[in-house]
């Protein structure tokens, strides 16, 4: 069943002088006759693989200015698909405008911490994604060094399958396999250590590389945002269960405490867990940035 319910995906607006291409979970994609790319994030929040009924406002331009900053402070380690900040007012502050790229059918992953399906898998074989790690590690534990964990990229609705180097590999080829595993590492180790700084722990993230027109491998998509990553509260944190968190677990933890069964249509989210969601997610970019949003 489509994580968009049964209703399908919600309608995309007009843009003028924009040709809609498709709706994701939580983006809009345009194009117009440059060929180049609107990217809109919308105030959609997904969980569980849907798409929640009720808008998180505000969280498209966090999520948009956030990822401008750290495409910025990561550009002189790899270059962006970032074309333009000059898009139209209707979509201002939560717009991009972008180069197309041929992307790479593997999502890049990095974790410096273990937490989510890397513990759960842990707990099954002491490794994740084909790394061994040293027994005695709980949920939430530093690890000894950062390790790339792949996935494949799903379709809506489904769900990500984590993968060893190895089928990267066989996916995308060994030289680009390497190469992005090493720009995936390099990246969150900056990032980690710049937010650190902060008082904030990145567990992990998510990177997706593609290639522009000249064929130079370029990051693409978001980058950093409490949608691709787990932001800690690093005065808070304990390993042995859950952390307290930047992103949408709070939002999860309502779920599970609701009933709902994951498999029908989520229910609508009160007010109180609306707001608490949005400043979530606006303490992040203000810890991180140092900026009110």
């Given at each position: 069943m489509s994580g968009f319910g049964i209703v399908g995906p919600p309608p995309a607006p007009a843009i003028p002088g924009w040709v809609h291409l498709r709706t994701g979970k939580v983006r809009d994609l345009y194009t117009n006759e440059k060929n180049e790319i609107l990217l809109v994030a919308s105030d959609r929040v997904s969980a569980y693989d849907w798409v929640m009924p009720t808008i998180i406002p505000g969280k498209g331009a966090v999520l948009t200015q956030l990822s401008l900053f750290w495409f910025e402070l990561l550009e002189d380690i790899i270059p962006n698909h970032i074309i333009s900040t000059d898009v139209p007012l209707v979509v201002e502050d939560r717009a991009i405008i972008v180069q197309p790229l041929e992307m790479f059918e593997i999502e890049c992953v990095a974790r410096g911490y273990l937490t989510g399906s890397g513990w759960a898998e842990f707990q099954k074989n002491s490794a994740v994604c084909g790394n061994t790690l040293p027994a005695g590690l709980l949920d939430g534990s530093k690890l000894p060094s950062t390790i790339f964990t792949p996935a494949t990229k799903a379709d809506i609705g489904d769900h990500d399958i984590n993968?060893?180097?190895?089928?990267?590999?066989?996916?995308?080829?060994?030289?680009?396999?390497g190469i992005l595993k090493e720009l995936t590492v390099k990246l969150y180790e900056t990032a980690a250590d710049f937010a650190l700084e902060r008082g904030i722990i990145l567990a992990d993230t998510k990177f997706e590389f593609g290639r522009n027109s000249a064929g130079e491998i370029v990051l693409g998509d978001e980058a950093l945002t409490p949608d691709s990553s787990r932001f800690w509260e690093l005065s808070a944190w304990k390993p042995g269960g859950a952390q307290a968190s930047f992103d949408k677990q709070f939002l999860r933890d309502y779920l599970v405490a609701s009933g709902w069964d994951r498999n029908s249509p989520p229910p609508e989210l009160p007010a109180e867990i609306v707001e608490k969601t949005a400043k979530r997610y606006e303490e992040a970019f203000f810890r991180l940035t140092g900026s009110s949003f």
């Open positions: 993968i060893d180097f190895e089928t990267a590999s066989l996916k995308i080829g060994d030289e680009e396999a």
